[in-house]
């Protein structure tokens, strides 16, 4: 929040979604040095929502954490908005946030994704198996509710991490009852791969914006900051990003994260005291 409203003039008012448990600490935070002049709505996600739509999977931690789902849920948050842009936790902007509003969005679009075949940030494998830039990465191909979609195994996935969504029309086209229909089926059915490449989230909208969806500006979401391919970027290239993601296990605000020196820029201290950095130079005073 505090890199988006530092590069640009526009007005911006963000949508906090988060747990009820959470409200007041975020509360408090938000009041602190330059974010005070931040517009602003906590809002609560209310995970009953998915009940049914989600298998408790303990190989797949995110399963486990309802606030991932979010997305699927805007028109909900920002009841009033025709267009929002959606983005997880785990980025810094560089960019003007209007050029990224401001993306045309084909008409019948819902929502405009980065998609992984032309970005630079991806192409990487994930433990050998599913590839993480197509389709058969994140959908198993065996099931034959799957291959009745007559969707390409081949096809380019995107990330789902950051998105210019036009409420109007997911309103008019009812998309998070599609995304929960086939919630509801994998559930039943198990119709994601086992191989998963990346988010939970990803194989329902996949499904769902099937050729049906516009793209943003690849560096609109330089990503993999947070696996060790982030490594790889150069620094001019990080410094170009107009967005950058830290999607992967590596946060920027734990210890082995690639440029957290970037993050941290803008990163703004918990005045309650109850969220610190982990730092590789602290380690030693944490064991104490």
């Not at 399963?63 to 959606?86: D, N």
């Not at 946030?97 to 032309?118: M, Q, R, V, W």
């Not at 998963?196 to 943003?216: D, K, M, N, R």
Request: with cysteine; aromatic share 12%; glycine share 6%.
């Amino acid at each position: 929040m505090n890199s988006i409203q530092h590069n640009t003039r526009s007005s911006v008012i963000f949508y906090i979604v988060t747990l009820n448990d959470t409200a007041d600490h975020l509360r408090s935070w938000l009041k602190s040095g330059s974010l005070k002049s931040i517009r602003y709505k906590i809002v609560n996600f209310d995970t009953k929502l998915l009940e049914g739509k989600v298998k408790e999977d303990p190989d797949q931690g995110e399963s486990m954490k309802p606030l991932t789902f979010a997305r699927f849920y805007l028109p909900i948050f920002v009841p009033s908005a025709k267009k929002a842009i959606y983005m997880d936790d785990d980025v810094i902007v560089q960019g003007d946030i209007l050029a990224l509003y401001n993306t045309p969005l084909k008409p019948g679009h819902a929502a405009a994704f980065s998609e992984d075949c032309d970005s630079t940030s991806t192409k990487v494998v994930i433990r050998g198996a599913g590839n993480q830039y197509n389709y058969i990465g994140y959908l198993d191909y065996k099931k034959e509710r799957i291959r009745k979609l007559s969707m390409k195994a081949s096809t380019c996935s995107f990330n789902p991490g950051v998105f210019v969504a036009n409420l109007t029309e997911w309103k008019r086209q009812n998309i998070t009852n599609q995304l929960e229909k086939w919630m509801k089926l994998n559930v039943e059915e198990g119709l994601y791969s086992r191989t998963l490449a990346g988010s939970i989230t990803t194989p329902p909208l996949l499904i769902v914006f099937y050729q049906q969806h516009s793209t943003i500006d690849p560096m609109w979401n330089v990503r993999h900051l947070g696996s060790s391919a982030g490594k790889r970027y150069s620094p001019q290239f990080v410094k170009a990003a107009k967005l950058l993601h830290w999607n992967g296990h590596f946060k920027p605000w734990g210890r082995t994260a690639s440029y957290t020196d970037v993050w941290e820029k803008w990163y703004i201290p918990d005045p309650t005291g109850k969220f610190s950095l982990i730092r590789r130079h602290m380690e030693i005073s944490n064991i104490k």
